[in-house]
C-alpha cells in the first residue's frame, strides 16, 4: 500500500465518519432524554434519502435548488417523526421499556412498507450535486470533490449542535433531562413538548444524513436495517447520550474500517491474514471490546441500568389442574393434526415452523424472563446450532440424528464464550454485547467461504430416511419442542430457578445469601444457548439447509416481538407470541403484497391494548376480577348498612 493509497482510504474513512455521525447523533440525542431505544431511526435515515431523491430530480439542477432539497428533505422527515411521537409514541413513555422497542419495532415495518408503496421495489440513484461532480487530485489521486464536502459537514454540524446544547435554554433542558427527567418535571417543564423536539431534532439528524447520500448510493428498502445496527453501535461506543462521544465513535470506527480495506492482505508468520473481511465485522468488534474494558462508552457516564420492567413481578406457580388439563388437551389435538391433512394440508408444515418458534422463543425468554438479562442477539446460537448440524451432514457425512445431538453443541461453546463476557454487564450495555457478539457470528458464516459456503450457505441437508414424510418429522419437531419448554419450566422450578429469579429481583441480596450471581446467570446463558441451537438443528432439516439471512439480526428481532407479545413475565407467554407470531406472519404475507406494514399496525395494536404482552394482560385481568369479585360487597349487606347508619 502507497502513502497516496492510505491517505485516500483515510479521506475516505473521514466522508464514512461524517455519516455515521449525523445519524447516530440523532439516536444518542433521542436515547438521552426519552430513553427509548429507537429502532425505526433507520426508518427515517431511509426516507431521508428517498425524500431527497424525489426532491433533488424535480429541484436539484441548481446549487440553491440541490442543498435547498436536501434541507426540506431532512425538515419533512423531522415533521414526520413529531407526527408519530405525537401519535404513538408518546402512549408507550409508561410501558417496560423493551415494549418501547417493540413498538418502534412495528415502525420499521410500516415505514418499510410505505417507501415500498410510494417508490417501489427499485433502487433509485439520484443527479449528482451541481458544481461537485468533478474530482480532485490528491498526491496523484483522484478525489471527489463531494467527498471533501461531506468530511466538512460533520464537524460543522458538531459544533451546531454543541452550540444548540451549551449556549440555548433548550439545550439545557435537553442536557438537563439527559441526567434527571424526574427533576426537570418537578421544575415545571412540559416534558411532552421536550420529548416531542427532541425527537424531531434527531429525525432532522438521520434525515439529513440520509438526504446528503443521494448523489453517492442509489435509495433502496434495505438501507433501514443496515443503518440502523451501525448506528446503535456508534452510541453505544461513544457512550449513550453523548453528542461528542458519538462523534468520537464514528471516527473510530469508520477509520479502523478504512484501514482494513486499505491493508488487503497480511502476511503474518507464514499465514495470509485477508483484512478487508474484517470490514462487516469490525464495528462490532470494537464495540464488543470498548463494553468489555468501559461499559458506559468512550465518553458516556456510568449510569445504574434500567430493568426491562420497573413493576414488581408476580412469584411464579406450580401448574393449576385445569392449566394441566388444557395443556394436556392441546397436546393431543397437536398429534392428531396429521390424521386431517386432506382437510388442512398446509397445516403441518405451518406448525413445524410454529414449533421451532416456540422453543426459540422459550429459550430467549428463559433469560429475558426469569434471568432479567436483554439479549439482542439470541440469532447467534439459533445460527450456530444450525450451522453446527448443517456442516456435520454435509461436510463430515454424520447421520441426522447425530448432527441433532451434536450440532447444538456448537451453540454451547458459543454460549460459555459469550455469556462469559455478557452476564458481566446489565442492561441496555448487555443487550448491545450480546448484539454484537451475534453480528461477529453472522459476519463469520457470511465470509467464510471454504466452511459455511459463505452467502450461499449450506444446502441439501435433508433428515434420514425415517424422517422423509413431513408427518414424522412434524411428530420429532412436536416431540422435541415439548420436551424442550418442559425442561425449561422444570429448570425454573429447581432450586437453580431460583437462585436465577432471586438474582433478578435483587442482586444485592442475592449475593449477600451466597448466590454465586454471575455464575448462575452465565449457566443461565448456557441452557437458552442450548436450546436455542437445538431450534436452528431442527430448523435447518425442516428447509433442507441454511443461509447467512435466516441467522441475521432480523431473527433476533423477531425472538424479542415473539417473546413481547405473549408476555416476559409468563412461562406461557413465549408460546403465545410464537404462535401469533408466526401465524400472522404466514396469514399477512400470503394475503397481501404490504404484509410488513399489515402486520407491523397489528404489533403496534398489540402493544397498545396489551402492555404486558398478551398473555401477561389477560392474566392481570383475570386477577383483577377474582379480586374485585372478592373484595365486592353483598348487594344485602350493603342494604343492612345503609338502614344501621340510619338509624
Known amino acids: 500500500m502507497t502513502i497516496s493509497g492510505l491517505l485516500i482510504q483515510l479521506l475516505n474513512g473521514l466522508v464514512d465518519a461524517s455519516s455515521l455521525f449525523l445519524v447516530a447523533s440523532g439516536l444518542s440525542l433521542i436515547f438521552g432524554v426519552t430513553r427509548i431505544m429507537n429502532f425505526a431511526h433507520g426508518s427515517f435515515y431511509m426516507l431521508g434519502v428517498y425524500l431527497s431523491y424525489t426532491l433533488v430530480s424535480h429541484f436539484g439542477d441548481s ?115 439527559t441526567q434527571d427527567r424526574g427533576m426537570v418535571a418537578a421544575l415545571g417543564v412540559n416534558q411532552a413538548w421536550l420529548f416531542t423536539s427532541v425527537f424531531a ?40 447520550g453523548s453528542v461528542s462521544g458519538a462523534f468520537l465513535a464514528a471516527l473510530l470506527i469508520a ?42 462508552g468512550l465518553l458516556g457516564k456510568p449510569q445504574v441500568a434500567a430493568r426491562n420492567d420497573h413493576s414488581s413481578e408476580s412469584p411464579l406457580r406450580a401448574a393449576t389442574p385445569s392449566y394441566k388439563f388444557a395443556s394436556i388437551a392441546l397436546v393431543i389435538a397437536l ?109 463469520i458464516v457470511y465470509q467464510w467461504d471454504d466452511v459455511t459456503g459463505g452467502s450461499n450457505g449450506i444446502y441439501g441437508v435433508w433428515p434420514s430416511d425415517w424422517l422423509s414424510s413431513s408427518t414424522a418429522l412434524y411428530y420429532l419437531t412436536l416431540a422435541i419442542t415439548i420436551v424442550g419448554v418442559l425442561v425449561l419450566r422444570r429448570i425454573l422450578f429447581a432450586p437453580f430457578g431460583l437462585s436465577l429469579r432471586a438474582a433478578r429481583d435483587s442482586y444485592l441480596r442475592a449475593d449477600a445469601i451466597g448466590i454465586d450471581v454471575k455464575r448462575v446467570q452465565w449457566v443461565a446463558f448456557i441452557v437458552a444457548g442450548l436450546f436455542g441451537g437445538i431450534a436452528g438443528a431442527i430448523y435447518t432439516f425442516s428447509k433442507g439447509g441454511i443461509s447467512p439471512e435466516a441467522i441475521g439480526v432480523e431473527r433476533s428481532i423477531d425472538g424479542l416481538v415473539m417473546v413481547l407479545l405473549g ?68 348487594r344485602g349487606v350493603m342494604i343492612r348498612k345503609s338502614k344501621e347508619e340510619a338509624r
Not at 408 to 432: H, Q
Request: glycine share 10%.
Open 63 to 177: 446549487v440553491l435548488g440541490f442543498w435547498g432539497s436536501v434541507l426540506f428533505a431532512s425538515v419533512a422527515v423531522a415533521l414526520i417523526g413529531a407526527l408519530i411521537e405525537m401519535v404513538i409514541l408518546r402512549r408507550v413513555y409508561r410501558a417496560p421499556e423493551l415494549f418501547q422497542l417493540l413498538a418502534t419495532f412495528s415502525l420499521v415495518l410500516i415505514l418499510q412498507d410505505l417507501a415500498l408503496f410510494i417508490w417501489g421495489p427499485e433502487e433509485l440513484l439520484g443527479p449528482r450535486a451541481p458544481g461537485l461532480s468533478g474530482s480532485v487530485e490528491i498526491l496523484g489521486r483522484s478525489f471527489p470533490q463531494y467527498n471533501l464536502v461531506m468530511i466538512v459537514i460533520g464537524p460543522l454540524v458538531l459544533g451546531a449542535l454543541w452550540m444548540l446544547l451549551n449556549k440555548t435554554r433548550w439545550g439545557v433542558l435537553i442536557r438537563a433531562a
Open 201 to 240: 431534532l434527531g429525525c432532522f439528524l438521520a434525515g439529513l444524513g440520509g438526504a446528503l447520500q443521494e448523489p453517492k448510493m442509489p435509495a433502496n428498502l434495505a438501507l433501514d436495517m443496515e443503518s440502523i445496527g451501525t448506528a446503535f453501535v456508534v452510541v453505544v461506543v461513544g457512550g449513550m
Open 255 to 296: 477509520e479502523i474500517k478504512a484501514l482494513c480495506i486499505a491493508l488487503g492482505t497480511i502476511h503474518l508468520f507464514g499465514f495470509d491474514f485477508p483484512m478487508s473481511k474484517l470490514t462487516l465485522v469490525a464495528e462490532f468488534l470494537v464495540m464488543a471490546v470498548i463494553l468489555v474494558i468501559r461499559p458506559w
Open 335 to 443: 398429534m392428531l393434526v396429521p390424521l386431517f391433512q386432506d382437510a388442512f394440508p398446509y397445516a403441518e408444515i405451518i406448525l413445524v415452523e410454529i414449533f421451532i418458534a416456540v422453543l426459540f422463543a422459550a429459550s430467549l425468554h428463559f433469560v429475558m424472563g426469569p434471568g432479567g438479562m436483554h439479549s439482542f442477539g439470541h440469532a447467534a446460537y439459533f445460527g450456530l446450532g444450525a450451522y453446527g448440524a448443517a456442516i456435520l451432514v454435509a461436510t463430515w457425512q454424520l447421520p441426522m440424528e447425530v448432527a441433532l445431538i451434536v450440532g447444538p453443541l456448537f451453540a454451547v461453546f458459543g454460549a460459555v464464550v459469550f455469556g462469559w463476557f455478557s452476564v458481566r454487564l446489565s442492561g441496555v450495555y448487555l443487550a448491545m454485547l450480546t448484539f454484537a457478539f451475534a453480528q461477529i457470528v453472522w459476519s
Open 567 to 634: 408476555g416476559v413475565q409468563t412461562l406461557f407467554g413465549p408460546i403465545v407470541g410464537a404462535t401469533v407470531f408466526t401465524w400472522l406472519h404466514d396469514l399477512v404475507a400470503r394475503d397481501t403484497d404490504y404484509w410488513k406494514a399489515v402486520l407491523g399496525m397489528i404489533i403496534l395494536l398489540i402493544v397498545l391494548l396489551f402492555p404486558a404482552g398478551i398473555v401477561g394482560t389477560l392474566s392481570h385481568l383475570w386477577q383483577w376480577g377474582k379480586h374485585a369479585e372478592f373484595t365486592a360487597p353483598k
